[in-house]
């Protein structure tokens, strides 16, 4: 799902029947309002602690978010530093609480509707141990998505039950605890409520109720006015159990004249308790890989993936040096890698997986490398590439330096599997001809590795052997931070066709990629000038060509508006259009990509 999706769906979710926090009358709290509070809170306070335990002071020079995020990471955070993926990670949250009311709508334990306590806290245990679980995978986004579905239902318990009616003032904690039991539940047979034929009632509690502080929830009956009898509702338009007596509701999601101060004591208490469910995780995690999940801290893992065959030897330096250059770039810089990989591949040898967490012994592994062995050329590149999936997280960057076709061709499904499950990216650097002998039941050529490469998002650049030092400046773009694809087609054959894509003010570095032999194109602006392939250094932007590649970077930051590119070919060829994100709203209130993006 894109961010822009994921937000449209919010926004559609919240506009229909929902069984929530919903922003009615006056400042009314909802779950996004009490979601970023609880968040902001404890990144703040882990960002405090971060930096007095590494000797620096946390002060943000604004509410920006990447003030926030430069102040965290502190002054060895060179260069400049984006808070767009601090503000993906909020918005991913966000979204999937809001889908709760979505895709759960009818479900009582996903609301604590129904007197479904343990239910409910089943969901919020479980989704704890899996968010734990994710973060020691480093597969942060699984963990956000799992934390915006918990923090919902967290939340409902005080706005669905009547927790806040029962004079409580601090979360209940054994929500978050499985070991520790849920006491003094109303039973089925006991009457909670009593009837309110206006349905605008203060407190319909039962007096009994509230004197043995029994523990109830409204019921909810999307379809169905059925309820156990004196059982007290949800209340509202949407709840069909509402109009059956005893009438009326409980629920607190909306502030009303009736229930301001209940309301806002389940708002507070609510709010709490998210605060204490982000601590508990906090505590499991550690400060630096809850950083890491709230898009933070460094987050990225870069993986070399080498051919070290003996056709390689006139390569082996050039590969060296361009995995010097990308590591030596990112240095103290906020996309500095959290951990480097390196899969050495040969024939019929690869690996094994070395890793590090240190830039330095990473480059010292890699002057290791020696070309030799290796007899026909397709070599086991895909072999090695699947250890570096397998070996590295979700979301990984992976470089693949080859000369040669894929020997285990047999894997190709596999590795598209693999990138498709754990969103990596791949790029390929391939010199050396497009040769297809093989020996195997079909044959492989390099299209092989352009069509893993357009699947992950990244490139697959094809140069001399001379040429390879000149890839790097693409290498140094496909591993920028807040990267996101704007727009990326593919095209086998080639045809003439006309490519129109929008930029605004959310975005920077606009770079166009193409690759293919043959290439014929014109690129338009918003204002209807025009630059061709044959003009190096024009108005609109300046050219760049390596082997297949040609590599176009925008001139202007104006560039706001309705671009177009027209490509004419008779080969297979690719185009991306790439930028960086440039959030211009604050922490407190929710952003939204204006372009329909995948970050990288």
Known sequence: ???????????????????????????????????????????????????????????????????????????????????????????????????????????????????????????????????????????????????????????????????????????????????????????????????????????????????????????????????????????GASDLTSTAVPRGGISKDERRSDNVALHNAAVNVATAASLELLQDIRLAAGDNDFLRMMGIARSSVLSFVIDTTGSMSDDIDDAREAAYGIIDSKKGTQDEPSEYILVPFNDPSFGPLIRTTDPNKMKSEISKLTANDGGDTPEMCLSGLQLALTGAPASSHIYVFTDATAKDIDLKDTIDALIRITKSRVSFFMTGASSRRRRSLRAASFDDYKDLALVSGGQAIQVSKKQLSQATDVIFDTSTSALVTVLQRARNPGKQETFPFTLDQSLKNITIYITGTSIIFTLTNPDGMTQNQDQASGQLATIQTVGNLRRIRLNSEKHTGAWKIQINSNQPYTLKVTGQILYVCSLHRVCSLVASVRIL
């Open 1 to 235: 799902m894109t961010l822009l999706l994921g937000i449209a769906l919010l926004a559609w979710t919240l506009s229909g029947p929902t069984v929530a926090f919903v922003p009615i009358g006056g400042m009314a709290s909802t779950h996004i309002s009490i979601t970023r509070t609880a968040l902001l809170q404890k990144v703040k306070e882990t960002c405090q602690a971060v930096a007095e335990a590494s000797g620096y002071e946390f002060k943000p020079t604004g509410s920006s978010p990447e003030e926030l995020v430069q102040a965290c990471l502190g002054p060895t955070a060179t260069g400049d530093v984006s808070g767009a993926k601090f503000i993906y990670a909020l918005q991913e949250i966000y979204i999937q609480n809001g889908l709760v009311d979505h895709y759960f709508v009818n479900s009582a334990p996903h609301h604590f509707s129904s007197e479904a306590f343990l239910e409910g806290r089943s969901l919020i245990t479980q989704g704890m141990a899996a968010i734990k679980a994710n973060i020691r995978k480093e597969n942060f986004q699984a963990a956000r998505e799992t934390l915006g579905r918990v923090l919902h239902t967290l939340q409902d318990f005080y706005s669905h039950s009547n927790w806040v009616e029962l004079d409580n003032t601090e979360p209940y904690i054994n929500l978050i605890h499985p070991d520790l039991p849920l006491e003094n539940l109303a039973d089925k047979d006991t009457a909670t409520c009593s009837d309110c034929a206006s349905g605008t009632c203060p407190n319909p509690i039962l007096p009994n109720i509230l004197k043995e502080k029994k523990l109830t929830s409204g019921y909810m009956g999307i379809f169905s006015s059925d309820k156990p009898k004196g059982k007290c509702s949800h209340g």
